[in-house]
């Protein structure tokens, strides 16, 4: 595959995020105005964005629109957070990046966790669900490897690391341990790497990782890369390798 070709693969799981708690409608139209033309996976915004971002005059005509639920913290209890998912459902998005109660799961609260997941999927069926574990905070290994099982017994359509507002996001250890277990179960679940993901070599690397511990071509099916800045360089670096 050429250089070229493993770049437009890249961009084509992208998931072109825009999560800042300091944001205004101001700043982020003129931060659509900036986007690169990308033919990506989707964008993702916090649901008081979903407007803006629905009626942006240059759509994204392949691209999901997706938001966050139980978003940073994974605290909310869980008939808020079915709230949220259908409120940001009936205001467009095709796709929920929701929070996983990851601090029950460090207090043993296993069958808590479950029940979470189990009450998400049914309100946001139909929808892509991606359950953030929020890797960086999980301790051991074996952690990460039970949250990643929790998650896909729990149905969602894809497990993601992290929500990019802890000191840890992605590292190439978690996403070993996740794709491991993903690649071991039996269900079709996809990964998703986010939080600190900022040059292409580290999203070339994560990419790797996947087809090397899944055995699968990277497609915006079964892979996302969740990043706020790699878009731009990712467009450099196509404009001039053309
Ligand atoms: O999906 C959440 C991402 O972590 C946000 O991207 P970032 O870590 O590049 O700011």
Request: glycine share 6%; net charge negative.
């Amino acid at each position: 595959m050429t250089n070229l070709q493993r770049l437009n693969q890249l961009a084509s799981i992208l998931d072109i995020t825009r999560l800042q708690d300091d944001d205004n409608t101001p700043a982020f139209q003129h931060w659509l105005s900036t986007l690169p033309q990308l033919d990506v996976a989707a964008f993702c915004v916090y649901p008081q964005y979903l407007p803006l971002l629905l009626s942006w005059p240059q759509p994204q005509v392949n691209a999901a629109i997706a938001t966050v639920v139980n978003f940073p913290s994974g605290d909310l209890p869980t008939d808020l957070v079915c709230e949220q998912i259908q409120q940001a459902i009936y205001a467009g998005a095709t796709e929920i990046d929701c929070v996983l109660p990851y601090k029950a799961l460090l207090r043993g609260e296993n069958g808590y966790v479950k029940s979470f997941l189990y009450d998400v999927r049914q309100v946001s069926a139909g929808v892509c669900l991606k359950v953030i574990i929020e890797s960086g905070e999980l301790v051991t290994a074996q952690q990460v490897a039970k949250a990643t099982e929790l998650v896909i017994d729990g149905g969602a359509n894809f497990v993601k690391s992290s929500t990019g507002k802890t000191a840890v996001g992605i590292t190439e250890e978690a996403a070993r341990i996740m794709l491991t277990v993903i690649a071991a179960s039996e269900r079709n679940v996809g990964f998703k790497a986010s939080g600190g993901v900022r040059t292409i070599e580290q999203a070339l690397a994560l990419l790797q990782i996947f087809e090397d511990v899944t055995g699968r071509v990277a497609s915006r099916e079964c892979m996302r890369i969740g990043a706020s800045t790699l878009a731009f360089e990712l467009a450099q670096h196509l404009s001039t390798d053309l």
